[in-house]
Protein backbone atom coordinates (compact mmCIF):
# COMPACT_ATOMS: atom_id res chain seq x y z
CA UNK A 1 0.00 0.00 0.00
CA UNK A 2 1.08 3.89 -0.37
CA UNK A 3 0.13 6.24 1.46
CA UNK A 4 0.32 9.62 -0.33
CA UNK A 5 -0.64 13.57 0.75
CA UNK A 6 -0.78 16.91 -0.65
CA UNK A 7 -0.15 19.03 2.58
CA UNK A 8 -1.35 22.72 2.31
CA UNK A 9 -1.75 25.63 4.76
CA UNK A 10 -5.76 25.32 4.68
CA UNK A 11 -6.09 21.25 4.22
CA UNK A 12 -4.49 18.67 3.29
CA UNK A 13 -5.94 15.11 1.04
CA UNK A 14 -4.55 12.27 1.95
CA UNK A 15 -4.69 8.80 0.35
CA UNK A 16 -4.09 5.23 -0.10
CA UNK A 17 -3.06 3.14 -2.99
CA UNK A 18 -3.07 -0.21 -3.94
CA UNK A 19 -0.05 -1.10 -6.02
CA UNK A 20 -1.52 -2.93 -9.65
CA UNK A 21 2.37 -3.59 -11.44
CA UNK A 22 3.50 0.01 -11.84
CA UNK A 23 -0.52 1.59 -11.83
CA UNK A 24 -1.69 2.78 -8.58
CA UNK A 25 -5.51 2.28 -7.52
CA UNK A 26 -6.77 4.90 -4.45
CA UNK A 27 -8.80 2.83 -2.01
CA UNK A 28 -9.03 5.64 0.32
CA UNK A 29 -9.52 9.29 0.56
CA UNK A 30 -10.05 11.84 3.15
CA UNK A 31 -9.38 15.74 3.08
CA UNK A 32 -8.22 17.20 6.38
CA UNK A 33 -8.38 20.46 7.87
CA UNK A 34 -4.72 21.23 8.82
CA UNK A 35 -5.71 23.69 11.61
CA UNK A 36 -7.56 20.96 13.65
CA UNK A 37 -3.99 18.73 14.26
CA UNK A 38 -1.33 19.39 16.83
CA UNK A 39 1.07 18.16 14.35
CA UNK A 40 1.73 16.40 10.87
CA UNK A 41 2.33 12.89 12.81
CA UNK A 42 -1.09 13.70 14.46
CA UNK A 43 -2.97 14.33 10.93
CA UNK A 44 -1.82 11.07 9.92
CA UNK A 45 -2.29 8.86 12.28
CA UNK A 46 -5.82 10.08 12.49
CA UNK A 47 -6.31 9.65 8.71
CA UNK A 48 -5.25 6.13 8.87
CA UNK A 49 -7.29 5.10 11.93
CA UNK A 50 -10.36 6.52 9.92
CA UNK A 51 -9.28 4.17 6.42
CA UNK A 52 -9.30 1.18 9.65
CA UNK A 53 -12.62 2.32 10.40
CA UNK A 54 -14.53 2.52 7.02
CA UNK A 55 -13.97 -1.15 6.45
CA UNK A 56 -14.81 -3.16 9.71
CA UNK A 57 -12.97 -5.94 8.59
CA UNK A 58 -9.97 -3.99 7.51
CA UNK A 59 -6.56 -4.37 9.19
CA UNK A 60 -4.61 -1.63 9.97
CA UNK A 61 -3.21 -0.92 6.28
CA UNK A 62 0.76 -1.61 5.68
CA UNK A 63 2.61 0.96 4.39
CA UNK A 64 5.39 0.09 1.82
CA UNK A 65 6.43 3.92 1.23
CA UNK A 66 4.76 7.37 1.66
CA UNK A 67 5.23 10.11 -0.64
CA UNK A 68 3.76 13.66 0.61
CA UNK A 69 3.80 17.09 -1.48
CA UNK A 70 4.56 19.70 0.88
CA UNK A 71 3.54 23.71 0.85
CA UNK A 72 7.05 25.07 0.93
CA UNK A 73 10.62 24.32 0.17
CA UNK A 74 12.00 21.04 0.86
CA UNK A 75 15.86 20.94 1.48
CA UNK A 76 18.25 17.87 2.35
CA UNK A 77 14.59 16.50 3.68
CA UNK A 78 13.51 19.60 5.31
CA UNK A 79 10.65 21.39 4.72
CA UNK A 80 10.86 25.77 4.81
CA UNK A 81 7.42 26.64 5.08
CA UNK A 82 5.47 30.30 5.39
CA UNK A 83 1.96 28.95 5.32
CA UNK A 84 2.19 25.25 7.40
CA UNK A 85 2.14 25.69 11.04
CA UNK A 86 4.20 22.09 11.80
CA UNK A 87 7.77 21.19 10.81
CA UNK A 88 8.04 18.23 8.92
CA UNK A 89 11.51 16.56 8.59
CA UNK A 90 11.82 12.91 7.05
CA UNK A 91 13.80 11.72 9.71
CA UNK A 92 12.01 12.59 12.20
CA UNK A 93 8.78 11.16 10.31
CA UNK A 94 10.13 7.97 9.54
CA UNK A 95 11.18 7.63 13.55
CA UNK A 96 7.00 8.55 14.54
CA UNK A 97 5.43 7.06 11.97
CA UNK A 98 7.61 4.29 11.62
CA UNK A 99 7.96 3.74 8.00
CA UNK A 100 11.06 3.45 5.78
CA UNK A 101 10.26 5.10 2.28
CA UNK A 102 9.05 8.51 2.77
CA UNK A 103 9.68 10.84 0.10
CA UNK A 104 9.06 14.54 0.67
CA UNK A 105 8.83 16.85 -2.02
CA UNK A 106 7.80 20.32 -2.84
CA UNK A 107 3.96 20.20 -3.31
CA UNK A 108 3.89 22.17 -6.70
CA UNK A 109 7.14 19.60 -7.64
CA UNK A 110 4.17 16.91 -7.49
CA UNK A 111 1.80 18.41 -9.09
CA UNK A 112 4.15 18.60 -11.87
CA UNK A 113 4.90 14.80 -11.41
CA UNK A 114 1.15 14.13 -11.91
CA UNK A 115 0.89 15.70 -15.50
CA UNK A 116 1.84 13.04 -17.86
CA UNK A 117 -0.55 10.49 -15.48
CA UNK A 118 -3.91 13.26 -16.59
CA UNK A 119 -6.55 12.08 -18.40
CA UNK A 120 -7.73 14.95 -21.24
CA UNK A 121 -10.75 16.10 -18.87
CA UNK A 122 -8.23 16.75 -15.78
CA UNK A 123 -6.95 19.77 -17.56
CA UNK A 124 -9.35 23.09 -19.43
CA UNK A 125 -7.22 24.69 -22.04
CA UNK A 126 -7.21 28.46 -21.79
CA UNK A 127 -4.50 28.93 -25.02
CA UNK A 128 -3.70 25.95 -27.66
CA UNK A 129 -0.65 27.65 -28.62
CA UNK A 130 1.81 25.77 -30.23
CA UNK A 131 4.34 24.42 -28.34
CA UNK A 132 8.00 23.58 -28.80
CA UNK A 133 9.59 19.85 -28.75
CA UNK A 134 10.78 19.17 -25.43
CA UNK A 135 10.79 22.90 -24.82
CA UNK A 136 10.73 23.72 -20.88
CA UNK A 137 7.51 23.63 -18.57
CA UNK A 138 5.96 25.85 -16.17
CA UNK A 139 3.25 24.85 -13.43
CA UNK A 140 1.99 27.96 -11.66
CA UNK A 141 -0.89 27.26 -8.67
CA UNK A 142 -2.34 29.92 -6.46
CA UNK A 143 -3.98 28.79 -3.05
CA UNK A 144 -3.34 29.79 0.29
CA UNK A 145 0.24 30.60 -1.29
CA UNK A 146 1.36 30.63 -4.64
CA UNK A 147 3.81 27.97 -6.16
CA UNK A 148 5.91 27.41 -9.13
CA UNK A 149 7.45 24.77 -10.43
CA UNK A 150 9.68 24.17 -13.68
CA UNK A 151 9.83 20.68 -15.99
CA UNK A 152 12.83 20.61 -18.72
CA UNK A 153 13.78 17.94 -20.92
CA UNK A 154 17.48 16.72 -20.04
CA UNK A 155 17.48 14.68 -23.23
CA UNK A 156 16.09 11.44 -21.95
CA UNK A 157 12.92 12.79 -20.20
CA UNK A 158 11.39 15.71 -18.43
CA UNK A 159 12.94 16.39 -14.78
CA UNK A 160 11.18 18.68 -12.23
CA UNK A 161 12.96 21.74 -10.50
CA UNK A 162 11.48 23.94 -7.67
CA UNK A 163 11.13 27.38 -8.27
CA UNK A 164 9.74 29.76 -5.68
CA UNK A 165 8.26 32.88 -7.39
CA UNK A 166 5.84 33.37 -4.63
CA UNK A 167 7.92 34.86 -2.46
CA UNK A 168 9.44 37.77 -4.74
CA UNK A 169 8.98 40.62 -4.81
CA UNK A 170 5.58 41.62 -7.27
CA UNK A 171 6.49 43.79 -9.87
CA UNK A 172 3.39 46.17 -10.27
CA UNK A 173 2.80 46.61 -14.32
CA UNK A 174 -0.22 49.66 -13.82
CA UNK A 175 -0.76 52.33 -12.38
CA UNK A 176 -3.64 50.81 -10.11
CA UNK A 177 -1.15 47.75 -9.42
CA UNK A 178 1.34 50.68 -8.34
CA UNK A 179 -0.57 52.00 -5.82
CA UNK A 180 -2.28 48.57 -4.73
CA UNK A 181 1.71 48.20 -3.92
CA UNK A 182 1.73 50.95 -2.26
CA UNK A 183 -1.57 50.72 -0.64
CA UNK A 184 0.19 47.60 1.09
CA UNK A 185 3.51 48.32 1.48
CA UNK A 186 1.75 50.50 4.60
CA UNK A 187 0.79 46.97 6.29
CA UNK A 188 3.24 44.62 5.10
CA UNK A 189 7.08 44.66 5.31
CA UNK A 190 7.72 42.07 2.04
CA UNK A 191 4.72 42.39 -0.71
CA UNK A 192 5.49 38.92 -2.41
CA UNK A 193 3.85 38.11 -5.40
CA UNK A 194 1.71 35.68 -3.22
CA UNK A 195 1.07 38.15 -0.86
CA UNK A 196 -1.80 39.38 -3.63
CA UNK A 197 -1.75 36.08 -5.61
CA UNK A 198 -3.80 33.63 -3.87
CA UNK A 199 -6.51 33.52 -1.28
CA UNK A 200 -6.12 36.28 0.97
CA UNK A 201 -5.23 38.46 -1.99
CA UNK A 202 -8.86 38.80 -2.63
CA UNK A 203 -10.01 40.49 0.30
CA UNK A 204 -6.59 42.60 0.33
CA UNK A 205 -7.36 44.04 -3.23
CA UNK A 206 -11.47 44.05 -1.93
CA UNK A 207 -10.68 46.49 0.83
CA UNK A 208 -8.01 48.36 -1.57
CA UNK A 209 -10.80 49.12 -4.00
CA UNK A 210 -13.29 49.84 -1.71
CA UNK A 211 -13.04 49.72 2.31
CA UNK A 212 -16.52 50.60 3.35
CA UNK A 213 -18.06 47.71 1.51
CA UNK A 214 -17.76 44.78 4.21
CA UNK A 215 -19.05 41.49 4.20
CA UNK A 216 -19.94 38.27 6.84
CA UNK A 217 -16.75 36.65 6.10
CA UNK A 218 -14.40 39.60 7.24
CA UNK A 219 -16.25 40.07 10.27
CA UNK A 220 -14.74 36.73 11.68
CA UNK A 221 -11.36 34.77 12.07
CA UNK A 222 -12.91 32.10 10.70
CA UNK A 223 -14.68 33.30 7.75
CA UNK A 224 -13.30 32.39 4.77
CA UNK A 225 -13.42 35.93 2.77
CA UNK A 226 -11.39 34.71 -0.81
CA UNK A 227 -14.63 31.74 -1.08
CA UNK A 228 -17.19 34.61 -0.46
CA UNK A 229 -15.53 37.35 -2.73
CA UNK A 230 -15.11 34.75 -5.81
CA UNK A 231 -18.48 33.43 -5.27
CA UNK A 232 -20.01 37.00 -5.08
CA UNK A 233 -17.59 38.24 -8.11
CA UNK A 234 -18.50 35.00 -10.00
CA UNK A 235 -22.48 35.81 -9.67
CA UNK A 236 -22.42 39.55 -10.14
CA UNK A 237 -24.14 39.87 -6.77
CA UNK A 238 -21.54 42.47 -5.41
CA UNK A 239 -19.42 44.80 -7.60
CA UNK A 240 -16.68 45.02 -5.67
CA UNK A 241 -16.38 41.76 -5.94
CA UNK A 242 -16.93 41.71 -9.40
CA UNK A 243 -13.78 44.10 -9.58
CA UNK A 244 -11.64 42.61 -6.90
CA UNK A 245 -12.31 38.98 -9.02
CA UNK A 246 -11.39 40.96 -12.73
CA UNK A 247 -8.14 42.55 -10.93
CA UNK A 248 -6.77 39.34 -8.72
CA UNK A 249 -7.34 37.88 -12.38
CA UNK A 250 -5.79 40.51 -14.21
CA UNK A 251 -1.98 40.14 -11.54
CA UNK A 252 -2.39 36.58 -11.47
CA UNK A 253 -2.60 36.64 -15.61
CA UNK A 254 0.97 39.22 -15.21
CA UNK A 255 2.90 37.29 -12.45
CA UNK A 256 2.50 33.94 -14.86
CA UNK A 257 3.48 36.07 -18.26
CA UNK A 258 6.23 36.74 -16.07
CA UNK A 259 6.76 33.44 -14.77
CA UNK A 260 6.49 32.14 -18.88
CA UNK A 261 9.62 34.39 -19.81
CA UNK A 262 11.74 33.68 -17.05
CA UNK A 263 11.80 30.37 -17.65
CA UNK A 264 10.95 30.96 -21.29
CA UNK A 265 8.19 27.76 -20.77
CA UNK A 266 7.29 27.32 -24.21
CA UNK A 267 6.32 23.88 -23.70
CA UNK A 268 3.30 25.34 -22.24
CA UNK A 269 1.88 26.59 -18.78
CA UNK A 270 -0.33 24.61 -16.47
CA UNK A 271 -2.09 26.96 -13.90
CA UNK A 272 -2.86 24.31 -10.84
CA UNK A 273 -4.38 24.83 -7.71
CA UNK A 274 -8.13 25.23 -5.57
CA UNK A 275 -8.51 28.97 -6.65
CA UNK A 276 -8.10 27.95 -10.69
CA UNK A 277 -10.50 25.06 -10.34
CA UNK A 278 -12.91 27.36 -9.04
CA UNK A 279 -12.44 30.82 -10.83
CA UNK A 280 -12.35 29.16 -14.26
CA UNK A 281 -15.05 30.86 -15.94
CA UNK A 282 -13.47 33.86 -14.70
CA UNK A 283 -10.32 32.54 -16.15
CA UNK A 284 -11.88 31.50 -19.66
CA UNK A 285 -13.10 35.18 -20.26
CA UNK A 286 -9.80 36.52 -21.87
CA UNK A 287 -8.63 38.68 -19.00
CA UNK A 288 -6.33 36.16 -17.80
CA UNK A 289 -4.72 35.53 -21.36
CA UNK A 290 -4.78 39.32 -22.17
CA UNK A 291 -3.10 40.03 -19.18
CA UNK A 292 -0.50 37.13 -19.51
CA UNK A 293 0.89 38.28 -22.69
CA UNK A 294 0.34 42.45 -22.20
CA UNK A 295 2.08 44.74 -24.31
CA UNK A 296 5.40 43.12 -23.43
CA UNK A 297 7.92 43.03 -26.58
CA UNK A 298 7.78 39.22 -26.73
CA UNK A 299 4.03 39.17 -26.62
CA UNK A 300 3.78 37.40 -29.53
CA UNK A 301 6.00 34.63 -28.43
CA UNK A 302 4.07 34.99 -25.18
CA UNK A 303 1.02 33.95 -27.63
CA UNK A 304 2.27 31.24 -28.50
CA UNK A 305 2.84 29.64 -25.41
CA UNK A 306 -0.05 27.05 -24.48
CA UNK A 307 -1.91 27.25 -20.98
CA UNK A 308 -4.41 24.65 -19.62
CA UNK A 309 -6.24 24.96 -16.10
CA UNK A 310 -5.61 21.86 -14.17
CA UNK A 311 -8.76 20.71 -12.81
CA UNK A 312 -8.33 17.94 -10.99
CA UNK A 313 -7.52 18.63 -7.55
CA UNK A 314 -6.12 15.81 -6.12
CA UNK A 315 -3.04 16.06 -9.06
CA UNK A 316 -0.36 16.49 -5.94
CA UNK A 317 -1.50 13.40 -4.65
CA UNK A 318 -1.39 11.43 -7.69
CA UNK A 319 2.42 12.68 -8.32
CA UNK A 320 3.68 12.46 -4.79
CA UNK A 321 2.17 8.74 -5.15
CA UNK A 322 3.72 7.74 -7.97
CA UNK A 323 6.89 9.32 -6.13
CA UNK A 324 6.86 7.11 -3.31
CA UNK A 325 6.44 4.39 -6.00
CA UNK A 326 9.25 4.86 -7.35
CA UNK A 327 11.01 4.51 -4.43
CA UNK A 328 10.35 0.80 -4.11
CA UNK A 329 11.49 0.03 -7.59
CA UNK A 330 14.60 1.76 -7.88
CA UNK A 331 17.21 -1.14 -7.75
Not at 130 to 155: C, N, R, Y
Not at 263 to 279: D, M, N, P, Q, S
Amino acid sequence: MILAGDVGGTKCNLALFLREGLALRPVFQRRLATRDYAGFEDLVEDFLKQATAADENAKAPVIEAAGFGVAGVVVDGRLHAENLPWILDVAALTQKLQLQNIRLLNDLTATALSLERLAANDLVPLNPGAPAHHATIGVIAAGTGLGEAILFWDGDKYQVAQAEGGQADFAPRTEREIQLLSHLKAELPHVSNEEIVSGRGFRRIHEFLNSAVRHESFESPEGNAASEITKRGLAKSCTVCVQTLDFWTEVFGGVTGNFALQTLALGGIYVAGGIAAKILPKLQDGAFFKSFCDTNKLAAVLARIPISVVVNEDAPTWGAAYQALGSLLQP
